[in-house]
């Protein structure tokens, strides 16, 4: 057995998981992720109960129960580095044994499930609707540091890399898909399906411009006209390429709920993002229990 050395999975003074500085009694196996610390108790405001509250850097965590349901809330923080901490310290909770530091023999799957918001870049998909994320697409380069070849769509990534050339010279594309189980079960009439964009940044690499000019002007128009297999990319966020990504290679199963807040194509912002944001975590709850 491959014993993990003090540098490389690093435990606090009381056993808890390095950045999450969370305990593995202290997690369920059903995890919502946010980006916003504060977003986590505008869920668990819904609770019957909550269990559990530790803070540490952006990691705000709170366990309880939802109409019974165990579930664990946690904020990311923003971006896909965070998601590497977030989506490997989670796994070390239940399949790493912190005693003896090896990877234990029977493997528990978590369900990981974010509620993010972000904008569209179809005209059709209109601010506050939600959107599930089917495909997602990661022009972070966060996966290509693993051995992800075998989770990746790989026609969908040339096919991108054709339209795209922008992110030839940036980070190459990897395209994942979520859990279709998950799918299944958040799907309904009410919400769009989606192929999600994750961008190493907010401005250039979603193609806003404030000051700093694009280095291609018509990236934005790019990612919207891209087509393959009768999948266009619908929204860009910052988050759920790695989700979708690390939780496959770590089997666990991984879906992302939108609140769509903007719409890129219109250039709409919601005018009430509180409310947009409470109409998809009660839309979620809801689908976890049902
Ligand atoms: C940017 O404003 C942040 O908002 C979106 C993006 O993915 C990024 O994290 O998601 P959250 O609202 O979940 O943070």
């Known amino acids: 057995m491959n014993h993990l050395a003090a540098s490389e999975l ?4 009381d056993g808890s998981i390095y950045h999450l500085n969370l305990l593995p009694e202290q997690i369920a196996q059903t995890i919502l992720l946010v980006g916003d610390q504060n977003r986590v108790e505008k869920i668990t405001q819904y609770f019957d109960t909550v269990e559990v509250v530790v803070k540490k850097r952006e990691f705000h965590t709170q366990t309880g129960t939802y109409k019974g349901k165990r579930i664990t809330v946690i904020s990311t923080g923003i971006g896909t580095d965070n998601i590497d901490i977030v989506l490997n310290e989670l796994d070390a909770l239940v399949n790493i044994d912190f005693d003896t530091r090896e990877i234990k023999p029977e493997h528990t799957q978590l369900d990981i499930i974010r509620i993010g918001t972000s904008g569209s870049i179809q ?13 997602a697409v990661g022009f972070d380069s966060l996966l290509h540091f693993y ?23 940036n980070s190459k594309p990897y395209v994942v898909a979520a859990d279709q ?3 299944a079960q958040f799907s309904s009439p009410e919400v769009y399906e989606g192929f999600t964009g994750s961008n190493v940044g907010f401005y250039a690499p979603q193609g806003r411009v404030l000051r700093l000019p694009l280095r291609d002007d018509n990236m934005k128009g ?15 966020e910052m988050e ?3 989700i979708y990504g690390l939780s496959k290679m770590l089997g666990h199963r991984a879906l992302s709920v939108n609140s769509i807040i903007a719409n890129r194509a219109t250039g709409n912002f919601t005018s009430d ?7 998809t975590i009660r839309y979620a709850l809801d689908k976890l229990v049902g």
């Open 147 to 169: 051995q992800s070849d075998e989770i990746q769509l790989e026609d969908f990534n040339k096919a991108l890399e054709r339209h795209l050339d922008i992110y030839d010279r």
């Open 123 to 135: 005209q059709e998909i209109p601010v506050d609707s939600i959107l599930l994320s089917h495909l």
């Open 10 to 13: 690093i435990l606090n003074q």
């Open 181 to 183: 189980h998950l799918i």
């Open 273 to 279: 993002g509180a409310q947009a944001i409470d109409k």
């Open 240 to 242: 759920t390429s790695a």
């Open 222 to 236: 790019k990612l919207a006209t891209f087509s393959h297999r009768g999948k266009k990319i619908t929204n860009l």
